[in-house]
């Protein structure tokens, strides 16, 4: 009898953050250009994401609570997998108008995924001209922005177009998948010509020379089984941790690495727990409700223009300078005097020695002050980049990471410490970076042209950026509750005029 596999301790936090208004989940949309003949095709892609799909065994697993909450929910597999009830053609009329995915895309991450199934769902949308757009929702306890790009790349992107079946001059073997830098390279392969979309207890999945034997699935445990483990699971946590105390005792040099870690902590905490100068303007309820808004900048202009500026800024530093400037405009046309306003930016502590098949949540944070108050462009990034290299040169993000994971252990102390690092009053907007493919990648034959990642707001951080590079290409969304604010597509606008802004002055 194998082993349960449990929730890690990140991924069953954010399990638990669900609500009436909260719905767990991050989305990728893809848009794709119309391929050479024909349209995008619903079923080419089931078969050709049924073929790779065990590379990513997570999406066939669903999340199974405990007894009691004796321990941390399990994954275990989906009997009754199907990929038509995951992959799916979006509820739309007809063929949409570019413009019209904002719409879309806010009514998608507004619905709450499906507890008894796996945790991710992909709605093809078709386009008007021949292409298609792909929203993918996957919950945020199933994988952070690195390991969502990591699984996306397993399953859906190749480097080179797939033609369909019979195509003259078709490449033998089909193009090759994309593999993130953060994880090992995916092997070579696409799907079978009229592979079979059912994968149920009764067939296997579809397979492709030399990807490995039929998906064989594991029985759900019994409920006894889930509480004795969940029990046998604490016990455990417990002895590992009276046994690493013990041995601390013993040991002088963990001692002397103790004295170390606290010495460094009151810094770190200082920096990234101190309260913020003022008011956030989006420290407003969030309901169910979501708009989204989106636009694009030059990845490769961002690097020179960062250049330009000084010798250590980032891409990073770039990006929160411009959209601190958009913020400036765009506040000030609401009538709020722009002043100091700190954000929180995620920092993934994944490392490139990891399986390419492990998912989860493994991040950690830092906090900097985005200066609102500033005219000149420059003068932005300048303050910015001084803000994160002493972040990051400090260590920030790694010593706050084993902070809470060591007030994890005393859960009165951890709840504490989550709530103040979650405040309002410590941060205002949570801004994501997630490197994506560094070169054009495909779905099937059609390139995908644009590519963006969203995370939903949350109670008094009602606004949402999150970016992701493509093949040169810098894409940045937005995501609200409208109802807590509104309009922000003029934010979007905003941010291409503050990069303007920037570009005239360096």
């Not at 991050?26 to 619903?42: R, S």
């Not at 879309?104 to 386009?127: F, G, N």
């Not at 810094?267 to 979501?290: C, I, K, N, Q, T």
Request: proline share 9%.
């Amino acid at each position: 009898m194998s082993p349960l596999e449990s929730l890690s301790f990140d991924d069953a936090q954010i399990l638990r953050l669900e609500s009436a208004a909260i719905t767990g989940q991050t989305c990728k949309l893809a848009i794709l250009e119309a391929p050479a003949e024909g349209e995008f095709e619903l079923e080419r892609l089931r078969a050709h994401v049924a073929s790779r799909i065990d590379r990513v065994p997570r999406l066939r697993q669903r999340v199974q609570m405990v007894p009691l909450r004796l321990g941390p929910p399990v994954w275990v597999d989906d009997d009754a997998f199907e990929i038509t009830e995951h992959l799916v053609k979006a509820a739309v009329p007809g063929p949409l108008h570019r413009d019209e995915l904002p719409a879309l895309v806010a009514e998608l991450m507004a619905i709450r995924l499906d507890h008894s199934r796996p945790l991710w769902r992909l709605d093809v949308v078709p386009l008007e001209g021949g292409g298609a757009a792909l929203i993918v929702r996957v919950h945020h306890c199933m994988a952070d922005g690195i390991t969502a790009v990591r699984m996306l790349s397993d399953v859906l992107w190749t480097t080179e177009p797939v033609p369909p079946p019979g195509a003259l001059n078709a490449p033998s073997p089909p193009g090759a998948p994309y593999a993130p830098s953060r994880g090992g390279a995916a092997r070579d392969g696409a799907a079978e010509p009229g592979a079979d979309s059912r994968l149920n207890r009764h067939q296997s999945q579809p397979q492709l020379e030399g990807e490995g034997s039929p998906w064989v699935f594991t029985p759900a445990p019994s409920p006894l089984r889930l509480a004795a483990a969940g029990f046998g699971g604490r016990l455990a946590s417990i002895g590992r941790a009276a046994a690493g105390a013990a041995r601390s005792v013993v040991r002088p040099a963990s001692w002397k690495e103790a004295g170390r870690t606290i010495a460094r902590l009151p810094a770190a905490a200082r920096r990234e727990l101190r309260p913020a100068a003022g008011p956030s303007p989006f420290d407003r309820a969030v309901g169910r409700r979501r708009e989204t808004a989106f636009t694009s900048i030059s990845l490769l202009e961002m690097k020179d223009l960062g250049h330009g500026v000084g010798e250590h800024v980032t891409v990073n530093d770039v990006l929160m300078a411009t959209i601190a400037g958009g913020l400036r405009e765009w506040l000030s046309a609401m009538g709020i005097e722009p002043g100091e306003l700190r954000a929180q930016i995620p920092v993934s502590l994944h490392h490139r020695s990891e399986s390419p098949d492990e998912l989860g949540n493994h991040d950690s944070f830092m906090n900097v002050d985005l200066p609102l108050g500033e005219r000149d462009a420059r003068e932005r990034v300048l303050a910015v980049s001084a803000e994160t290299s002493e972040r990051k040169a400090s260590g920030d993000p790694d010593e706050m990471y084993r902070v809470f994971h060591s007030l994890a252990h005393v859960r009165p102390l951890y709840r504490a410490g989550m709530r103040a690092a979650g405040s309002s009053r410590e941060f205002g907007l949570a801004v994501s970076n997630v490197p994506g493919p560094p070169k054009p990648v495909y779905a099937l034959d059609s390139r995908v042209i644009e590519l963006y990642f969203l995370a939903e707001p949350a109670p008094h951080h009602a606004l949402r950026v999150s970016a992701i590079s493509l093949a040169g290409e810098m894409h940045v969304a937005f995501c609200t509750d409208p109802e807590a604010v509104s309009n922000v597509g003029e934010l979007a606008a905003a941010v291409d005029r503050a990069f303007g802004e920037l570009r005239a002055s360096v």
